[in-house]
């Protein structure tokens, strides 16, 4: 909501602009206050793709706030939307089957996928960057992608430890996981300066709930119930319905 003060500079910090700096501050430590909620989400259940399922709830909390607060309109097209997504991650909890047999983590395999995926699209958006295209698109994509690494780190570093909430810190793994929830804020602020927050919501959205049962497929070979699968497309088609409406949700 305030990521242009950033635009400032050293200037942010003057007293016409603090008030400013403090709203972007809030939210930013509002992001890192989600992690260990997620961490503790992943504790309770054995596929961080449930997890990421589940965030998608966040976009209704969004909508509530751009109502409120920006006075933006809550009509028919917010409701459906809003539906939707309550209606497929209930599926996704209902419908999900513990894992019966663990045959142990591809540690390896798992930071080959994140580090060819991961670097491919990082030099994409280097070029979108440069060349000032596709900015909204790559930026979004590749910070829903990192966020999606977080979420598969963060529960590796809770298999490492045994399910155990406050061990797992003994392991790097949940430092790892921050750090690429880091990158992905960057680069989600980098795409506000450039880019369509029209445009830049629905794609970090729906790759951050797509990707982990995808890296789950790849890594652990995991597959989702058919009914699974459902909510997860009833899932991203909600949040496309709220957030590619025609005057979109602004970054200022």
Known sequence: MKVEVLKQGFKAFRKEHRRDLAGWASGFLLTFAASPLLSY???LTDKAGIVSATCGVGIV?????????????????????CLMVLAGTM????FNKP???FQGYPIAKLFIVIGIIGSFTLLLCVAAWKTNKLISLTFGATAGLFIGFSLMLADLALIQSGNDFLGQLKNPFPYIALTTGTVALVLTQLAFFRGRAMVIV?????????SPPILELIVLGTVMSIMQVVGLLVILGGVLVLTTKTEGIRAT
Do not use: Q
């Open 41 to 43: 989400a992943m504790k």
């Open 61 to 81: 909390g969004l909508v509530i706030f751009a109502s409120v607060v920006l006075k933006e309109r809550f009509g028919k097209r917010e409701a459906i939307g």
């Open 91 to 94: 599926l996704m909890g209902y």
């Open 99 to 101: 894992i019966e047999i």
């Open 202 to 210: 629905p794609t970090i959205n729906s790759i951050m709930i797509a």
